[in-house]
């Protein structure tokens, strides 16, 4: 089953690759494979928390997400909200932005660098919200601490939202005051970074709004508001997908400049390279996904949904940080897979394995 599901997305990639070779030379066939390689990476990790929106979602929305939506939904958010943040953040024509990514990477790559604490500051807040909804488990689901008491404790505290709101407020604040008194208080500096993250708490707050509205009941346009709230999910997923690759590590994915083997390849063949990647990531991380909920493996690893969550909340400490000090690439790379692996580590019926085990060297003696 896991092989069918992985033969379309490994013969799209290495078609691409083939094509690469054959159109644009060895050095796009090598750029686009260490492109492809990351975003599967990515997608891996991705799978986890992207098969934890499944399982909120009834059919026909799930059928559409595991499909379509999570393949539009991650290709539309990294090809088309770097020009929107750079179209806003510079007060430039969108169509100017876009256009400028795709033939000149290098300026857009500067342009995407100074409204880059506006977004991390808007990333963090948001992204921390969204990790909050399982640190403060607003849906009073019940499940089992994966850290223990404290977990426990946080998961019990009365009005979680309220919690979620204030400790959101209270990174954007602190983060604020730090960023200020490093930089004497600079309008320039100080202002993006509150702005960002008021806006990234708003968004969030509007996307439940959005919701809360698709999942209501009494309408005749029921399974398009379905529809509606799957969007809402896609959109939070696409956004740290985003932020893990176009902000922490500082590449914009249509520029193969920091790739090896794309030295010679004009702009509008990096834009190529760059776009066919995050095409192959996506198309992976759906058939994952899709894998993880039809084998209800969050069900069965039961902490693995605690990992994934955890992914989110030092994401989000990682773009506050990152105002203050540079993070280094190596370590938003791996950190995902790290606390992801734990969880599935700690999920595992190692007592069962080992108690098996046991029995049967007792039965053969």
């Not at 050095?27 to 599967?40: Q, T």
């Not at 959005?210 to 508001?225: E, H, K, Q, T, Y």
């Not at 696409?238 to 176009?246: A, D, H, I, K």
């Amino acid at each position: 089953m896991a092989r069918s599901l992985l033969t379309l997305p490994l013969l799209v990639t290495v078609a691409c690759a083939a094509l690469a070779w054959t159109v644009l030379g060895p050095a796009a066939a090598v750029a686009f494979v260490a492109l492809a390689m990351l975003e599967i990476a990515m997608a891996a990790d991705s799978s986890v928390p992207m098969a934890g929106i499944a399982g909120r979602l009834h059919s026909p929305a799930r059928r559409l997400f595991l499909s379509l939506g999570i393949v539009a939904g991650v290709l539309a958010m990294r090809l088309m909200l770097p020009p929107a943040a750079v179209a806003v953040g510079d007060a430039t024509d969108p169509a100017q932005a876009v256009t400028e990514a795709v033939v000149a990477p290098g300026a857009f790559s500067a342009h995407l660098q100074e409204v880059r604490p506006a977004l991390a500051a808007f990333g963090a807040s948001f992204i921390w919200m969204v990790f909050a909804e399982y640190l403060f488990n607003t849906d009073r689901a019940a499940r089992r601490a994966w850290l223990g008491r404290l977990e426990a404790r946080l998961a019990a505290v009365a009005r979680p939202r309220a919690w979620s709101l204030v400790t959101a407020t209270a990174g954007v604040v602190l983060t604020g005051l730090l960023v200020g008194s490093d930089t004497a208080w600079a309008a320039g500096a100080v202002l993006p970074v509150a702005i960002g993250g008021a806006a990234g708490i708003g968004a969030y707050l509007t996307s439940k709004r959005i919701a809360a509205w698709s999942l209501g009941s009494g309408s005749s346009l029921r399974s398009w508001r379905v529809h509606t709230y799957a969007s809402t999910v896609v959109f939070e997923r696409g956004l740290v997908v985003f932020m893990l690759f176009e902000i922490l590590d500082g590449v914009y994915s249509l520029s193969g400049s920091g790739v090896l083997g794309s030295d010679g390849l004009g702009a509008l063949e990096q834009a190529a390279v760059g776009a066919a990647a995050i095409g192959v990531g996506a198309l992976f991380l759906a058939r994952l996904t899709s894998r993880l909920d039809q084998a209800a493996g969050l069900k069965r690893l039961r902490h693995l949904k605690a990992g994934a969550a955890y992914v989110l909340g030092v994401l989000a400490v990682l773009l506050w940080t990152s105002l203050l000090v540079p993070i280094p690439g190596v370590l938003v790379g791996w950190f995902g897979t790290v606390v992801i692996g734990s969880a599935l580590a700690s999920s595992l019926p190692w007592r069962a394995w080992a108690r098996r085990a046991g029995l049967q060297r007792a039965r053969s003696a």
